[in-house]
């Protein structure tokens, strides 16, 4: 099966950068988009980006552009998630997700990680 781990997760304050990273134990074919997703407390999944593991691919939810950066290590087989300027309305847990196909939509993913605890707080 394929798995995913988040990490990179913590308390930061608001302005400061955090990156999250979603090691994969593969890459395939059912693989070949990876993205990141949001939740925070009393709310719904949220589409953040994602990426082709070829990298041509990338797409942003309108609000993340600018601030947040999806790349990924083909080597390492990981996706990491840079976040700058992090703000108290970033807090939420961050899901990385894998599906054989782009979508903006959580339901079209096969596959999910645990989730990563981020806290934009002073």
């Known amino acids: 099966q394929v798995q995913l781990v988040e990490s990179g997760g913590g308390l930061v304050q608001p302005g400061n950068a955090l990156t999250l990273s979603c090691a994969a134990s593969e890459r395939t074919f059912r693989t070949a988009v990876m993205a990141w997703f949001r939740q925070g407390p009393g709310n719904e999944r949220e589409f953040v980006a994602a990426?082709?593991?070829?990298?041509?691919?990338?797409y942003y939810a309108d609000s993340m552009k600018g601030r947040f950066t999806i790349s990924r290590d083909t080597a390492r087989i990981t996706v990491d998630l840079q976040m700058n300027n992090l703000r108290p309305e970033d807090t939420a847990v961050y899901y990385c997700?894998?599906?054989?196909?782009?979508?903006?939509?959580?339901?079209?993913?096969?596959?999910w990680g645990q989730g990563t605890q981020v806290t934009v707080s002073s």
């Open positions: 997700a894998a599906a054989r196909y782009y979508s903006s939509r959580s339901g079209n993913y096969d596959y």
């Open positions: 990426i082709s593991w070829n990298g041509k691919n990338i």
